[in-house]
Every structure is written in structure tokens, then in C-alpha cells.
T-cell receptor, first 110, second 116 residues
Framework: TQLLEQSPQFLSIQEGENLTVYCNSS?????LQWYRQEPGEGPVLLVT?????EVKKLKRLTFQFGDARKDSSLHITAAQPGDTGLYLC??????????FGKGTMLLVSP | SQTIHQWPATLVQPVGSPLSLECTVE??????LYWYRQAAGRGLQLLFY??????ISSEVPQNLSASRPQDRQFILSSKKLLLSDSGFYLC???????????????FGDGTRLSIL
């Protein structure tokens, strides 16, 4: 069974701060996705990374896939209240369905 | 563009009553379809997925069932709801049926189900 551990589980910061959240596994994934979910809504896909060591940027968000394709990180620069939400990582490999982590709940206060 | 619709948004049901949640996708053909349950705003538990009409795979044994009567329609049902069935139910689609079921997924806005 593949597991994805996300840390921290909860993060509360002030507007303008930087933060990094992590997604770790002992299993290798062929691809890893990051989603953001706001209260009462479904998750929205942010990015997919497929190559070990790959870095993708989405405005103030930087996503990195580990060299061994077992872990990933999401770094947010100068966080804003609009970044508040549950960040979920999900990994896929072979013919199995996606494995989701339990998420990091981020609260950015003005 | 592709869109996914789930309804109802909120549902309150008594224990022992039946359930039917519907999900439809527009703007794509032959999608893979998924039903998830999310407890307390945390991780997603995959309940069912479908790679084609009439093809249903169950991930977790429970008193729920799923059906795919049409290409872009996915239905989650129960004959008798339990208190433990309360939660946030999400429908999602990905790719094209027959392709890997671990491609990026696109979610509906969910149904909040409360069992009394």
C-alpha cells in the first residue's frame, strides 16, 4: 500500500510570510499532483510534476519533485489570505488509482 | 471546456433512508469517473471508480453502491443509510476511459451529507 505523508497538518501564518509544506512517501511515484481545496468546494488541481528533480512555478507557488520521485514540496512566497485552504498532494504510478495525502490546512491571516 | 456537476449540494437524511447522488460531466467523452468521501475536511477516501459504462470498481466494502448508466453520468446510491455515512462526497473525472486511473482529476463541488 502506497502512503503519502503531508506535513505540517496545520499551519497558521501572517500575510507576507513564506512557507513550505511537504509530501513524503517511501514509494516511488511516476507523477505527483498538488491540489488546493477551499471550504465547501472540491479540490482544484494546481500542478502535476512527473520528472525527478522537476521544479514548476505558478505565480508565488513553487513546486518541486524529489530526485527519487518519492517526495515533493510546495513553497509559497509572500502568502496572502487568498492562499488559505487545504493543500493536498496525490501520487500516481502504474495502473493503480491516485494515492492522496491527508492534506495541510493553511490559514493566512491579514 | 469541461465541467462537472454534482447535486444536491447539501442533504440531510434520516438513518435507514435511501440515497442517490448524481454526477454528470460535460465537454468530454469517455472519462474515467470517481466517487470519494472526505471526512472532517481532510484526506480523500476513494469509494468507487469507473473506466466505462457499466464498469464499476469498488475500493472499500460498505453499504454504498455506484452505477454508470451513461458515459458521462455517475450515481452513488445506498438502500439504507448509516450514521457513519455522513461526510462530504466528491465526484471527479479524469482523462479518457481506458487510460491510467491516476491521471490528474477534476472535481465537482461536492455534496455535504448529514445523517440524523
Amino acid at each position: 500500500t502506497q502512503l503519502l505523508e503531508q506535513s505540517p497538518q496545520f499551519l497558521s501564518i501572517q500575510e507576507g510570510e513564506n512557507l513550505t509544506v511537504y509530501c513524503n512517501s517511501s514509494s516511488v511515484f511516476s507523477s505527483l499532483q498538488w491540489y488546493r481545496q477551499e471550504p465547501g468546494e472540491g479540490p482544484v488541481l494546481l500542478v502535476t510534476v512527473v520528472t525527478g528533480g522537476e521544479v514548476k512555478k505558478l505565480k508565488r507557488l513553487t513546486f518541486q519533485f524529489g530526485d527519487a520521485r518519492k517526495d515533493s514540496s510546495l513553497h509559497i512566497t509572500a502568502a496572502q489570505p487568498g492562499d488559505t485552504g487545504l493543500y493536498l498532494c496525490a501520487g500516481g504510478s502504474g495502473y493503480s488509482t491516485l494515492t492522496f495525502g491527508k492534506g495541510t490546512m493553511l490559514l493566512v491571516s491579514p | 471546456s469541461q465541467t462537472i456537476h454534482q447535486w444536491p449540494a447539501t442533504l440531510v437524511q434520516p438513518v435507514g433512508s435511501p440515497l442517490s447522488l448524481e454526477c454528470t460531466v460535460e465537454g468530454t467523452s469517455n472519462p474515467n469517473l470517481y466517487w470519494y468521501r472526505q471526512a472532517a475536511g481532510r484526506g480523500l477516501q476513494l469509494l468507487f471508480y469507473s473506466v466505462g459504462i457499466g464498469q464499476i470498481s469498488s475500493e472499500v466494502p460498505q453499504n454504498l453502491s455506484a452505477s454508470r448508466p451513461q458515459d458521462r453520468q455517475f450515481i452513488l446510491s445506498s438502500k439504507k443509510l448509516l450514521l457513519s455515512d455522513s461526510g462530504f462526497y466528491l465526484c471527479a473525472w479524469s482523462g479518457i476511459a481506458g487510460t491510467a486511473v491516476n491521471q490528474p482529476q477534476h472535481f465537482g463541488d461536492g455534496t455535504r451529507l448529514s445523517i440524523l
